[in-house]
Structures are given as structure tokens and as C-alpha cells.
């Protein structure tokens, strides 16, 4: 029986800067079944998908949608993995995600500090610029009395001049070709970060911090229709809102 190649696999495999040698290697396999696994689709035995899921920073039923997508499962299949809070996304995660763009970035939160001070944000914004990407960026208006009334519920009422710290490390990139820094005073639900097909989607709940909500990576599917597009139409909806 003939499968089709496993571009998820490979996809995976690329963001995690790995070869199909160095996979083979540290899940302990001969490269040609790595290879097989890719080319023709084939289906590793559970244990060793658990370790190529592990090694990709992945979650399996993504690699290999075939073990949940049936019609009664009402699993979406964009959804890759989902952490219980911001604080537990591996760093590695985050690092990728953002060195691996290349043609669109997109980032909706209050402040999202943490993105520009420990994973380049900055840097890549320019290279994604550079090689004629997009870049849009919606921060917390620090005058609004939206993400000062936000920062106090939250127990974090230093927020505005968080939001006002991160306009200042893109102060020298917001005015390169193709990138667009706005704010807005919406009353965020979610910060949204997305990278080329990627997102990492960070619900919020009342009175706790970003970092203390969970976080969904979800990757678009073909055709799916699913939470990725669900919440790239919410970014479109502040960004209508937004301002310079």
C-alpha cells in the first residue's frame, strides 16, 4: 500500500534544526526508517514515535494525525501540543519558532517583553524584513486605561510600562520595509503569536498573568478550518483596532 510523505515530520524535523541522521540517531533507529518514515509515510511502532515526538519537540498524534483524526473524534488537527502555562513552554520552543520565520510574524499581546529580551525578537524581525517578509506587532497602548486596569487585575500593575519597554527594543526596527508596530486598548483574550504557519496561542483568564495561562501550539492544516484560523481571524479583528 503506497502512503503519502509525511510533510509534517519533515516540517517538524526542519524547526528543530535536526538532520534525518541525527533523528535516526537519537531514537536509536537506522536512518533508512527515518527515511521511510518521511518518503512513504510509514507509521514507527508507539514506542519509537514517542521518542521521535520527544526529539522534535512535537506532539505525535500532529506527526501522525492518522492516530486520532477519524470522524467521531472531534480532534482538531492543527493542534500540535498544549502546555498548562506560559512559564513551561521549553524555551527551545519559542527559540525556533522565532529563527525559523521567514516570510510572516505576526504578534498581538499587552507587553510580550519576554520575546524581545530573551529570544531575539528584534533580530528577526529585521531579517524577516530584509527578506521581504511582514512583520505586524500590536502591543498595550501604555496610556490606555485598558492594560492599566488589565495589569492591576492581573496583579502585575507595572504593565503598561512593560508594553512601553518592548515598543523600545523595536524602536530600531518598526520602521523597516514591510514591518508595522502598532497598540491597541482591546480587552485581550488571548495573546497571539504567530510564526509563517505557526502559532503559539496564549489564552488568558481573569486575574492571572499571561505566563500563568496556558498555551496552545497550533499549526495549520490544509483545509481544516480549525483553531489556527480560528484565532489568526481574531488577530485580524484587533488589528483592525489598532494604531500607531
Keep these: ?38 518518503t512513504r509515510g510509514r507509521l514507527p511502532h508507539a514506542a519509537t514515535r514517542l521518542r521521535v515526538a520527544q526529539a522534535v519537540g512535537a506532539d505525535e498524534t500532529y506527526l501522525w494525525p492518522a492516530l486520532v483524526e477519524r470522524p467521531d473524534s472531534g480532534m ?87 508594553a512601553a519597554s518592548t515598543a523600545e527594543y523595536l524602536a530600531g526596527v518598526k520602521d523597516l520595509p514591510g514591518v508595522d508596530v502598532r497598540v491597541h486598548e482591546t480587552p485581550l483574550y488571548a495573546s497571539i503569536y504567530a510564526f509563517d504557519d505557526d502559532l503559539l496561542v496564549n489564552p488568558h483568564t481573569h486575574g492571572l498573568p499571561a505566563k500563568d495561562n496556558p498555551v496552545l501550539h497550533l499549526r495549520a492544516a490544509p483545509g481544516s478550518g480549525g483553531l489556527a484560523d480560528y484565532y489568526r481571524s481574531a488577530f485580524e479583528r484587533v488589528w483592525d483596532c489598532t494604531h500607531a
Design 76 to 162: 482538531p488537527a492543527d493542534i500540535v501540543q498544549v502546555w498548562l502555562s506560559r512559564d513551561v513552554v521549553p524555551g527551545h520552543v519559542w527559540q525556533n519558532l522565532v529563527d525559523n520565520t521567514r516570510e510572516r510574524l505576526d504578534v498581538l499581546a499587552f507587553s510580550g517583553g519576554f520575546l524581545v529580551e530573551t529570544f531575539r525578537l528584534a533580530e528577526r524581525v529585521a531579517a524577516v524584513s530584509a527578506a521581504g517578509g511582514r512583520v505586524r506587532i500590536a502591543l498595550g497602548d501604555p496610556a490606555s486605561p485598558v492594560v492599566a486596569e488589565r495589569g492591576v487585575a492581573e496583579g502585575l500593575p507595572s504593565l503598561p510600562n512593560r
Design 1 to 38: 500500500m503506497t502512503h503519502a510523505p509525511n510533510t509534517r515530520l519533515r516540517a517538524a524535523l526542519d524547526a528543530a534544526g535536526l538532520t534525518r541522521a541525527q533523528l535516526a540517531e537519537a531514537v536509536e533507529v537506522d536512518p533508512k526508517s527515518v527515511e521511510r518514515w518521511i
